[in-house]
Nanobody, 124 residues
């Protein structure tokens, strides 16, 4: 059974930092591109960033580029999202995702597995 388990969410003041983790099990982690998405209350889920299987290709949404950093450790089956200079508009439930298509992941399609999400709240 495949599981993606996010952790590291919480409440932080604007300008602060958080580091999210997503631990994968039940799949060959290095076979999958990994991504982060988020969904704010009343809004659709949106793409945040993806990283390719070996980490050689990374793509960020404009809204987070320069503030967020994705990384992965294939030996630990874990993908990370370092979030700096957080803004109130970053408040959302953050989901990690696994898929085999980078182009699909960019638009939220062809996702094979989703995590359950972790709440990030940024206070002003």
């Amino acid at each position: 059974q495949v599981q993606l388990v996010e952790s590291g969410g919480g409440l932080v003041q604007a300008g602060g930092s958080l580091r999210l983790s997503c631990a994968a099990s039940g799949l060959t982690f290095s076979n999958y591109a990994m991504g982060w998405f988020r969904q704010a209350p009343g809004k659709e889920r949106e793409f945040v960033v993806y990283i390719s299987r070996m980490g050689g290709t990374i793509y960020y949404a404009d809204s987070v580029r320069g503030r967020f950093t994705i990384s992965r450790d294939n030996a630990k089956n874990t993908v990370y999202l370092q979030m700096n200079i957080l803004k109130p508009e970053d408040t959302a439930v953050y989901y990690c995702a696994a898929g085999t298509s980078l182009s699909g992941m960019r638009v939220g399609n062809l996702i094979d597995y989703w995590g359950q999400g972790t709440q990030v709240t940024v206070s002003s």
